[in-house]
Every structure is written in C-alpha cells, then in structure tokens.
C-alpha cells in the first residue's frame, strides 16, 4: 500500500494539470495583491482604514485572500470544485484508457490500488486549494501589519460565523483550521467527488467538471425548495464567511462526510466489481 500511494503521489506531483492549477492558484494571488483592485495598488492603503477612524492601519486579517470581500475572492471559491479536481481527478478514467489500472491490479492487490488512487486524489485536490491561499496569507504579512482583529470594526467575518470568537481571540488559529480543516478537507472531497464519476462518464473533461457541476445542481435545487434545507453553498470554504447566518458548525461536517461518504462508495465498490476492460 506504502508503495502504490508513493507511486501515485509522485504522479501527482509529476503531472501538467497540478502545476497549472498551481499557476492559477498564484494569478489569483497576483490579482489580489497587485491588481487594479490589489491590496498594493493604492498608496493609501496601508495608512488607514477609510470610514473607521482614519488612523488604525489595515491589518492582514481584513486584507489577505481568505478574508477579503472583493473580485478574486469570490472568483476563488466559486471555482474552487473545478480548480481542486483539475489536477488528478480524471486519473483513474485515463489509467483505464491507457492500460495502466489493467497492469496494476495484476500486481498488487485491487483494493490496495484504489485506496492509493482516492488517498492521492484527495490530497491533490487539498494541496491545490490550500496552497495558494496559505502563500497569500503568508505574502500579506510581507507588506501589512497583524493587529488584532476587532468585532467593533465590521470589516471582517460577521460575528455570528462559525468559530468567530475564535478569530477574535485567536486569529492565527482560526485561519490554520479553516485553511487545513475546511478547505483542505473539502478541496479533497471535490477532488474525490471528480473521481467517482470515473466509471459514469467517458470523458475526462467532464469528469474533472463533474464536482463544480454536482455543487451548482445542489445550490439549485436548495434555492427551489419551499422548505429549509441544508444549504449547500458554493463559497462554504470561504473563511469570510459570508453566509453565517444560514451556515452551522454541523453543516459543514454533514456536508464533509456526505461528500466523502458517497464518492468513497461509488469509485471503490465499482471498481473493485467492475470489469476494468472497457
């Protein structure tokens, strides 16, 4: 098991599509913080914050990626299911095509190859939703101070979000478990969401849209509903938070868990009884 997941991380790691993901992944970091709208671009910016009290400088809590209410945060995270399956989403339909998943299961056990194959997708979809965001907070701090976030401002996450005393109290540690336990997490999941449409469709293109697909249908039929519903909202990985008030702590781990859950079942019980000549 050891083996095949190494093998399969070094595929990863080795393909065009997660480099390109990574490459949009810092557009949208450049966007941010040299862009028409970029946190650098106004000379002003970093002397005060307009319509407070024109003295308190910004700070990187009300002005890195995550917690930024503008263009490239809401285009980040509305694209982030796309962006998490991109990389090796489609992996296990093109092992079929090329022969490869045929010659692996002849040499290792079958349920050993796909449970290496739904680890690395996972952690591909995580690494590239994570990473980006991680290295803009991390930038922010290059160029802006990290005063303590304070409720009395509103300019950041409402202060009836998931884990807002947290921010408040202890910025760093809601912005690490956000980022490791919430958007890697369900970068993961969209990842894995992509490769359980390996055996429902015969396209790798549509395989990788599978997961944004899936998520808009969701919203969809959640905003047609006459009764309350869970909401499944497209911008649920965003820190800012900018649907508290409809969004529980027990939403995203129903959320999580339903997502894991079924594309667990499908890919690994299709294909382990599933002929994998096609």
């Given at each position: ?17 997660f480099w390109l993901v990574l490459g949009v992944g810092l557009l949208f970091i450049l966007a941010h913080l040299f862009g028409k709208e970029g946190i650098l671009a106004d000379s002003e910016f970093n002397r005060s914050i307009e319509g407070v009290n024109g003295i308190e400088p910004h700070s990187v809590w009300y002005s890195w990626l995550g917690l930024s209410p503008g263009t490239e945060n809401y285009l980040y995270f509305s694209l982030a299911p796309l962006l998490a399956a991109i990389p090796y ?190």
């Amino acid at each position: 098991m050891r083996q095949i997941f190494r093998l399969e991380m070094k595929r990863v790691f080795s393909s065009k599509e997660f480099w390109l993901v990574l490459g949009v992944g810092l557009l949208f970091i450049l966007a941010h913080l040299f862009g028409k709208e970029g946190i650098l671009a106004d000379s002003e910016f970093n002397r005060s914050i307009e319509g407070v009290n024109g003295i308190e400088p910004h700070s990187v809590w009300y002005s890195w990626l995550g917690l930024s209410p503008g263009t490239e945060n809401y285009l980040y995270f509305s694209l982030a299911p796309l962006l998490a399956a991109i990389p090796y989403a489609a992996s296990g339909w093109k092992d079929i095509k090329s022969g490869y998943q045929k010659q692996m299961v002849m040499r290792v056990p079958r349920k050993t190859y796909f449970l290496a194959k739904y680890a690395a997708v996972f952690l591909s979809g995580g690494i590239v939703i994570t990473v980006p965001l991680l290295l803009d907070f991390l930038l922010c701090h290059c160029f802006l101070p990290a005063y303590r976030p304070l409720a009395a401002y509103g300019l950041s996450i409402v202060t009836d979000a998931v884990g807002s005393e947290l921010f408040y109290t202890h910025p760093y540690l809601y912005v690490f478990l956000f980022l490791f336990f919430i958007d890697f997490l369900f970068g993961g999941a969209y990842a894995c969401l992509g490769l359980s449409a390996t055996y429902l469709l015969e396209n790798s293109v549509l395989i990788q849209f599978f997961p944004y697909i899936v998520q808009t249908i969701l919203v969809f039929l959640c905003d047609l509903c006459p009764f309350p519903v869970w909401p499944f909202l497209v911008n649920k990985m965003n820190p800012y938070q900018p649907y508290a008030e409809s969004v529980g702590a027990e939403h995203y781990l129903i959320h999580l868990l339903l997502f894991i859950g079924v594309s667990f079942a499908v890919y690994l019980r299709r294909g382990k009884y599933r002929e994998i000549y096609r």
